[in-house]
T-cell receptor
Framework: DAGVTQSPTHLIKTRGQHVTLRCSPI?????VSWYQQVLGQGPQFIFQ???????GRGNFPDRFSARQFPNYSSELNVNALLLGDSALYLC?????????????FGDGTRLSIL | GQSLEQPSEVTAVEGAIVQINCTYQ??????LSWYQQHDGGAPTFLSY????GLEETGRFSSFLSRSDSYGYLLLQELQMKDSASYFC???????????FGKGTKLSVKP
């Protein structure tokens, strides 16, 4: 079975541009979460979606938005990119929105802002 | 707020045992998880403790003491492939999003 897949794997943008990152969860998983990981730090929670609705939001500005589609895939959008947005963006899926099930992470999209 | 503290780096030799500690502060507690991340890779789930005590999974074990807000990951019979960053994480709430520590970089030497 395929794991969590993310695209693209790498992306280079300039300040002020916008970016869309994509994630396909493990088959059967209905919950998708997005995390930002800056070099040398742990992942930081951005959003959680379950059944196409936002179920949680971390401490990120409104430039960050996301959505989940009927097939449970998800997009993360970031507008007006800043140098500080350079990071590894991770998508994680789980079967349901809560409980003790582990989150399964994709390999991430490495975003570089010039 | 919620925060987790873990050592930034640990070095050990092949075949040895290493313990990575984690202390946490949370407004509500829903369990302590451990993830492994190799350079350039995805975080991979290792273990989860909701109750006090030791959970064993092969060469890896994880311990939790809720009264001390403390847990650790124990890696036995270290192998070179265990060189990676290890993160402890707590759930941010009933919805299940994770709050991670800054990670412990483990270097295993021959």
């Amino acid at each position: 079975d395929a794991g969590v897949t993310q695209s693209p794997t790498h992306l280079i943008k300039t300040r002020g541009q916008h970016v869309t990152l994509r994630c396909s969860p493990i088959s059967g998983h209905k919950s998708v979460s997005w995390y930002q990981q800056v070099l040398g730090q742990g992942p930081q929670f951005i959003f959680q979606y379950y059944e196409k609705e936002e179920r949680g939001r971390g401490n990120f500005p409104d430039r960050f938005s996301a959505r989940q589609f009927p097939n449970y895939s998800s997009e993360l959008n970031v507008n007006a990119l800043l140098l500080g947005d350079s990071a590894l963006y991770l998508c994680a899926s789980r079967q349901d929105r809560g409980g003790n099930q582990p989150q399964h992470f994709g390999d991430g999209t490495r975003l570089s802002i010039l | 707020g919620q925060s987790l503290e873990q050592p930034s780096e640990v070095t050990a030799v092949e075949g040895a045992i290493v313990q990575i500690n984690c202390t946490y502060q949370t407004s509500g507690f829903y369990g302590l998880s451990w993830y492994q991340q190799h350079d350039g890779g995805a975080p991979t789930f290792l273990s989860y403790n909701a109750l006090d005590g030791l959970e064993e999974t092969g060469r890896f074990s994880s311990f939790l003491s809720r009264s001390d807000s403390y847990g650790y990951l124990l890696l036995q019979e270290l192998q070179m492939k265990d060189s990676a960053s290890y993160f402890c994480a707590v759930r941010g709430g009933s919805q299940g999003n994770l709050i991670f520590g800054k990670g412990t970089k483990l270097s295993v030497k021959p």
